[in-house]
């Protein structure tokens, strides 16, 4: 018998491991002595040449198992066996790590993760940002889970390969299952070779086997658990076979377990820092992508606490150049992009401000202190704050300048501004910072004075001389500034120009030169509901008891005690917010009497405070009896001029200049008025052929035709916000339904519409818009049932938070009578909300609606008879506000102690009241 033949015996049916293959001629010379014929043998050839490896497989990656360094280093730690020694020891290691002080992070997991109740899930959640300590944390509770548990045999570890590979998965399943049952695994490895699917290998073994808890680590989208769990569980698994994922994802993490929150378990940043600061600081910018790193470190200009506007963030970002767009993304979804991978990865946190019902975006408390204390070479952003004098370093990329810094003029002047690309004011700016003969900012690309106060039109008088590059410049809030000056058109960089909330009624003409302007904003922001009110929360009485005392809830205390509920998002998240209601402007009148009032925050301070904590000097201070009328003091009385000036058409938004047509690059604008003074030339609008945003106001029966003609042809435009006025002879203005089938098609996104719509299926023609906005004036109940009929056969009635989605419908009456609110097929809204300002009895049939919220605002001289709250749906909370009665009040309040609310066992019902201001001394 010839040697060969001895050899190919000798192999038959063997498992057969080749170590040390250094080159392709030599795997060709050995493959022949081992495979050939009817050789059933399974071989397993180990190199460290990646070339070598795909020649011995034919280049079949599903073949092919890759060790990274990773894995031989830290093998140790990710395979759990049956022997207590092993786990005691790595045990012992991390204790020796930790200095003996163990995160406190680390105990609540072991209590939450073997408490009875997680134990009957089969798949279970851990959550939290990438380098925070999620993986040490499990793999210290599965090692002392070993050491007391009859089921130590069962844990397995797996890292989730990246780029994502089920074939890749299933060897590193197959590895960590079998790898102490060697006739196991060479039964898997001879199948395998033999040319079945790795991936139904696996699936085999994975059934076969009971009583195992897996953990999957670094688990990174949906689409990878739906693969993972189609492949390889089983459609109803058993109690003792269990997952637990590892996900820096909250999508994710929510998406494995159905969405049950009870089975995630939430990894805070700052918790697990405090015990455990070097864990984090040593791994966070490791595991970060590279185009997320400078994105983190330009947060430190913005002090701790503030909440970012996503979208100011993101035109920062585009002007700096942290992001750009690419063919299949704008420059803007790509910074929109990146800001929510940092909600997702906890560095930015996404919080419910409960007094406005909107997201804020603060940084990271733990992590705002961490980038800040990084070395400058890391770090490029410097701040004058404090008692920052000559000695301190100046010198950078980025200058923000705190509210605190005592505002030393020599200091500012002997900054060096040489390498300076961003220039940031929170608090009091000075004449000097602007000051032409002293001040050079010559590469400054983002002036952002949004959080500034005290700023003139003054200080804008030389800004092409100081800031000659600028691409951002933002002036939101700044009321004192009325006007741009000509010397604007310098600013040829300019690509981002906000100027909301300010007294500003006209675009300059020389704006026309700003050839490479893409995003203009304008006009006042959307009042808050409940803006210089208090939130009194009304308990339901016994019945027939007398009706309880009220007690001034705080905001803080509302937000902790009461349910989270869907809140409209925040404001400018996708920049096409709502122009002010028109439920308040109409209502100014009254409001000086009526418990409605609402107060406008002082100047330069609105970015530092919400809505409750707002200054002394400019909101009301304390409860108002109901029916009381308001103080007549100074304060009161400017305050109101200045709400009136505000709600002046002039102000709700801008005018164009002439020629605004040549503006070819803007894709954002608004609110622009078409009911301004000058005639505006409509005919220039279907010149900005780029545009995707667009909101206006001043729509009347002479301009409607030639607006809606004007845009049908703009086939980018995404979002639109149009808000309809009266007529020049006081009538009330009116959209025909026909209007609407000259809306592009384009228009997907949002609709935003305040007016009165003629009756007919104008809904229908709003079929592909994602998130609806109405505020409808209803002049009988035709105009209702209109709407009714129309969202009864909207595609997409039910929308979803979770996707940025929301359908808010405002309701509002002019004429007295009756109002029957009867929905006969499934509508679910977030928001509804009735205005009141006649004599109206209104009421709710059959429980088809379903709505989140209810807002009920009555004006001044208006009567309110309201029923069938009950029959809501889904229904979480009732607000209050205006010159309700008590009758109403109490009405309401007995029906929603009687409402099902499945979700919290009962509907919160809470009062807005004025707050009084302080007199000036």
């Avoid at 079949?60 to 092993?86: A, K, T």
């Avoid at 991390?94 to 163990?102: P, Q, S, T």
Wanted: hydrophobic content about 40%; proline content about 5%.
């Amino acid at each position: 018998m010839r040697d060969d033949d001895m050899t190919q015996e000798y192999f038959t049916e063997s498992l057969v491991v080749v170590d040390g293959v250094q080159s392709t001629d030599k795997w060709n010379e050995i493959k022949p002595s081992i495979l050939s014929g009817d050789n059933k043998c399974c071989v397993v050839v180990v190199t460290d040449n990646h070339e070598v490896a795909r020649h011995c497989v034919d280049d079949n990656h599903d073949r092919l198992v890759h060790v990274s360094q990773v894995d031989v280093d830290e093998g140790h730690h990710r395979i759990f066996s049956c022997r207590g020694e092993e786990a005691m020891a790595s045990i012992r290691n991390k204790f020796d790590e930790l200095h003996g002080v163990l995160p406190i992070a680390w105990r609540l997991f072991e209590n939450w993760f073997f408490d009875d109740e997680r134990q009957r899930h089969d798949v279970l959640s851990v959550l939290g940002m990438a380098g925070i300590g999620k993986t040490a944390m499990v793999q210290w509770a599965c090692n002392k889970q070993i050491l007391v548990s009859e089921e130590s045999e069962g844990y397995r570890w797996v890292d989730v390969p990246h780029p994502f590979s089920l074939s890749e998965l299933s060897w590193r399943l197959l590895l960590q299952f079998l790898s102490d049952d060697l006739q196991a695994m060479e039964t898997a490895m001879l199948a395998i070779i033999q040319g079945q699917d790795p991936i139904q290998v696996c699936r085999k073994w994975l059934h076969k086997l009971a009583n195992w808890i897996l953990v999957l680590d670094g688990l990174r989208s949906m689409d990878e658990w739906d693969s993972i769990k189609t492949s390889f569980l089983v459609p109803e698994p058993t109690d003792r076979n269990r997952i637990i994922v590892i996900t820096d994802q909250e999508s994710v993490a929510m998406h494995c377990v159905d969405k049950d929150k009870k089975r995630v378990y939430v990894v805070e940043a700052l918790e697990f820092a405090i015990a455990c600061p070097v864990l984090v600081q040593k791994s966070y910018l490791e595991t970060c992508k590279d185009e997320l790193k400078p994105c983190i470190f330009y947060l430190s200009v913005f002090p701790m606490g503030l909440s970012i506007r996503p979208m100011r963030l993101t035109r920062r970002w585009i002007a700096e150049g942290y992001c750009k767009g690419t063919s299949s993304h704008t420059a803007e979804g790509n910074g929109q992009r990146l800001f929510f991978e940092l909600v997702g990865l906890s560095i930015i946190h996404q919080q419910l401000r409960r007094s406005r019902y909107t997201w804020k975006y603060p940084v990271n408390g733990f992590f705002h202190e961490y980038i800040t204390s990084r070395p400058m070479e890391h770090n490029l952003v410097f701040a004058l704050e404090g008692n920052c004098g000559l000695n301190s370093p100046r010198v950078g990329q980025h200058l923000t300048v705190r509210n605190d810094w005592h505002r030393d003029k020599n200091v500012f002047e002997s900054t060096d501004f040489s390498r300076l690309r961003s220039f940031t004011v929170f608090g009091e700016c000075r004449p000097f910072m602007f000051d032409p003969e002293k001040i050079k900012m010559t590469y400054v690309r983002v002036l952002d004075l949004e959080d500034a106060s005290d700023v003139t039109d003054k200080d804008l008088k030389h800004i092409v001389e100081v800031f000659p590059r600028l691409k951002f410049l933002s002036l939101r809030g700044q009321r004192q500034i009325t006007c741009l000056p000509d010397s604007l058109g310098g600013l040829m960089q300019l690509q981002t120009l906000d100027v909301r909330d300010t007294s500003i009624a006209s675009l300059p003409e020389a704006i026309m030169k700003l050839q490479k302007l893409q995003y203009v904003r304008a006009g006042m922001r959307p009042v808050p509901w409940n803006e210089g009110c208090s939130v009194v929360e009304v308990k339901a009485p016994a019945e027939d008891a007398p009706m309880p005392s009220m007690a001034m809830v705080e905001d803080t205390a509302a937000s902790a005690a009461a349910p989270s509920s869907i809140p409209e998002p925040a404001e400018d998240t996708a920049e096409d917010a709502p122009m002010p209601s028109m439920a308040i402007v109409e209502d100014t009148a009254a409001s000086a009497a009526a418990p409605s009032s609402i107060l406008e925050p002082a100047e330069g301070t609105r970015a530092a405070t919400t809505a409750t904590e707002a200054p002394r000097r400019c909101l009301p201070q304390g409860p108002v009896a109901e029916g009381a009328p308001m103080a007549p003091t100074t304060s009161w009385l400017s305050k109101l001029r200045c709400r009136r000036r505000r709600l002046d058409n002039t102000i709700f938004g801008i005018e164009l200049p002439a020629g605004s047509g040549q503006l070819t690059t803007l894709h954002t604008l608004g609110v622009i008025n078409l009911g301004a003074g000058k005639s505006v030339n409509l005919k220039e609008l279907s010149k900005l052929t780029q545009l995707r945003r667009l909101g206006v106001c001043g729509l009347n029966a002479d301009n409607i035709s030639e607006f809606f003609s004007a845009i049908k042809d703009l086939n980018r435009l995404e979002s639109l916000s149009v808000r309809v006025d009266k007529n020049k002879d006081g009538s009330l203005g009116t959209l025909d339904s026909k209007i609407f089938e000259l809306l592009p098609k384009s228009l997907t996104k949002k609709f935003s519409l305040q007016g009165h719509v003629l009756p007919g299926s104008w809904i229908k023609k709003l079929a592909n818009v994602r998130m609806l906005d109405l505020e409808i004036t209803l002049e009988k109940q035709q105009d209702m049932t209109s709407i009714i009929d129309g969202l009864r056969e909207h595609p997409e009635k039910i929308l979803y938070w979770h996707d940025k989605s929301r359908t808010r419908i405002c309701l509002k009456t002019i004429h007295g009578g009756e109002l029957s609110i009867c929905i006969d097929d499934e509508l679910k809204l977030d928001i509804l909300e009735i205005v009141c300002t006649c004599s109206l009895q209104a009421t709710i049939g059959s429980n088809k609606l379903s709505a989140m919220m209810l807002k009920i605002h009555c004006s001044s001289g208006s009567s309110l008879q309201l029923s069938g709250l009950q029959d809501i749906a889904g229904l979480d909370e009732v607000w209050l506000k205006g010159s309700y009665s008590d009758a109403l009040k109490k009405n309401l309040l007995q029906q929603a102690a009687k409402h099902p609310a499945p979700k919290h066992n009962k509907v919160y019902f809470r009062v807005l009241k004025p707050r009084l201001p302080k007199p000036d001394k």
